[in-house]
């Protein structure tokens, strides 16, 4: 399918039907298998949107055709909102990656608790950056141009909605995503280690 022949809308997530829902999930467990968030079950990915939705400090957008879901975008204000939005559901997901053994993402989590995932990063959030924490597009409409428009389109418009930034921050575990952002006028600033698999840690000013 060519980018011409058909039009998409993006636009700000403030309910989640059970139809969203299925389409945001089949896309997180497909496209975005690197986060822990994939690890999850369905419930609680449910919850885990639910809170995003909610959120004051967390902004989820959506590119869809035709009232189907082609992808979506996560923001938050600072990495901290980040984990202090999900301080409810901390208990709930150590539990379920215990019981199904998921020792590497554990690991991953006390990295990111502990700050030492940082070690090789010499970046200072400041209150002027918004961060970037997922991006995924349907793999049947990817290299058509729809991460970049998903990408400029949600940042112009949450500018618009009054949320204040002048940087994005971003991480890419792949070196495919790190090509796609360097694309899009991000540069590489660090890097943050995982286990297996390092993130490339990237920064981008935001052109009003």
Known sequence: MKKKYFKTKIFLKKNIT????????E????????????????ELIYEYLKIVIKS??????????????????LFARNEADLL???????????IFLILNIKIIDLMNIFMVITKIDKLFS????????LNLNLLAIKSDYQSMGLGKILLNKSLKKLST????????????????????????????????????????????????
């Open 84 to 94: 202090n939005e999900f301080k409810k559901m901390k208990i709930k997901i150590l």
């Open 122 to 129: 010499n970046y200072l959030e400041s209150k002027d950056t």
């Open 27 to 42: 896309l997180i467990k497909k496209e975005n298998s690197y986060s822990i968030l994939s690890k999850l079950n369905k």
């Open 18 to 25: 059970k139809k969203d829902f299925n389409q945001i999930f």
């Open 161 to 208: 909605e009054g949320i204040k930034f002048k940087y994005i921050t971003c991480e890419a575990p792949t070196i495919r995503s790190l090509k796609f952002y360097k694309k899009n006028n991000f540069r590489l600033i660090g890097k943050k280690i995982r286990f297996f698999n390092n993130l490339f840690l990237l920064k981008r000013k935001y052109e009003f």
């Open 56 to 73: 004051k400090k967390l902004f989820l957008l959506i590119i869809e055709t035709n009232q189907k879901i082609l992808g979506y975008i």
